[in-house]
């Protein structure tokens, strides 16, 4: 596995895990998005904009958002979005 290929957690762990990418679906058509908002600045904005988008095709979504950008998503947001999508779309930029 190269650098390119690789996912890393920026939790802060001090040993690294290796988790196989999932396979990425052929389509969305029938599919849940889920789109979560990390709480940076301005994410909301183009959030929403691909959210709109993709409900624009016909694709239900759902929506997320973290309380803060500072931690990681709560136990009840991770298990909401393991439960009610398929799919998820998060927006990382500064």
């Known amino acids: 596995m190269s650098l390119n290929d690789a996912l890393l957690d920026p939790t802060g762990e001090r040993e690294t895990s290796e988790r196989p990418r999932?396979?990425?679906?052929?389509?969305?058509?029938?599919?849940?998005?889920?789109?979560?908002?990390?709480?940076?600045?301005?994410?909301?904005?183009?959030?929403?904009?691909?959210?709109?988008?993709?409900?624009?095709?016909?694709?239900?979504?759902?929506?997320?958002?973290?309380p803060t950008v500072a931690r990681t998503a709560p136990m009840a947001i991770q298990q909401a979005i393991v439960a009610e999508a398929d799919v998820v779309v998060?927006?990382?930029?500064?």
């Open 22 to 66: 999932l396979a990425r679906p052929l389509s969305l058509d029938g599919l849940t998005v889920g789109v979560l908002d990390i709480s940076k600045a301005r994410g909301d904005v183009f959030l929403e904009r691909v959210a709109a988008l993709i409900e624009a095709r016909g694709i239900k979504v759902k929506r997320y958002r973290k």
């Open 90 to 94: 998060e927006g990382l930029a500064d």
